[in-house]
């Protein structure tokens, strides 16, 4: 598991609602949040932002030396955006860092093994050999469990449940309350929609919504 080097403060970058949960996050860590950049808040012309110092927009980061600071990626990840995944790449490849951030009240497992920038938040739990891909977000109260294996740049929405050996694809989006069995696939960009059942693998790029349930004879003795 990739560890978050304390001794760096850390820069978050946007300041939307995710980035709001994320300071906070940072905080109950007992990380120094030496500074936020976002472009609106620079336009604004605003000097802080919930008491951290705004130090520009996106290009305040070229003044810095990459090793000096962590970086948190302050964007959320909705359904058909790109942004976060994209100020990923090319601040990795300009030599910055974006630890792994777990909140203490989450649960990840020893044996469960992170990427670089996963964001874990409250009430989250990550079980046994669990792997998770670079940039992932796991969201308030997600489950993962164990031998679940998760690609770069996922988000699992808060209070999505993932059953045992569940394979999801790089930027696949498994939405708010939605529910996948054991052993079942996700492919890549593909969307199950809150509050969805998946049963069935589903292939890169598919959308399903909804859960029709359905009476059938009960196991039998
Ligand atoms: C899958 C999803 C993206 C679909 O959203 P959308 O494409 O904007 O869908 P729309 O709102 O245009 O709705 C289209 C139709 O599908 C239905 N629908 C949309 N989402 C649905 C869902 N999750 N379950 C059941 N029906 C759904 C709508 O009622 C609507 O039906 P209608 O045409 O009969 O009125 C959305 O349901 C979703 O899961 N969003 C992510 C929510 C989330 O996890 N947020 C957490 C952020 S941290």
Sequence with gaps: MEQAQESRPLLLL??????????SLAQALGHEVAGICDPLLARQGAREWRGVRVLGG?????????????????????????????LFVSLVEKGFYFPVLVHPAAWVDATARLGVGVQVMAGAVIQADAVIGANSIINTRAAIDHDCRLGENVHVAPGATLCGNVVVGDQ???AAGATVIQGISVGAGAVV?????????????????????????????
Excluded: Y
């Design 14 to 23: 946007g300041a939307g609602g995710h980035a709001k949960v994320l300071l």
């Design 58 to 86: 996106d290009e305040a980061l070229a003044a810095l030396d990459p090793a000096s600071v962590g970086l948190v990626n302050g964007i959320g990840q909705m359904v058909g955006s790109c942004l976060r995944h994209r």
């Design 172 to 174: 696949a989006f498994i």
């Design 193 to 221: 929609g809150a509050g969805a059942v998946l049963v069935r693998d589903l292939g890169e790029r598919q959308t399903i919504i909804g859960h029709p349930v359905r009476k059938r004879p009960g196991p039998a003795e």
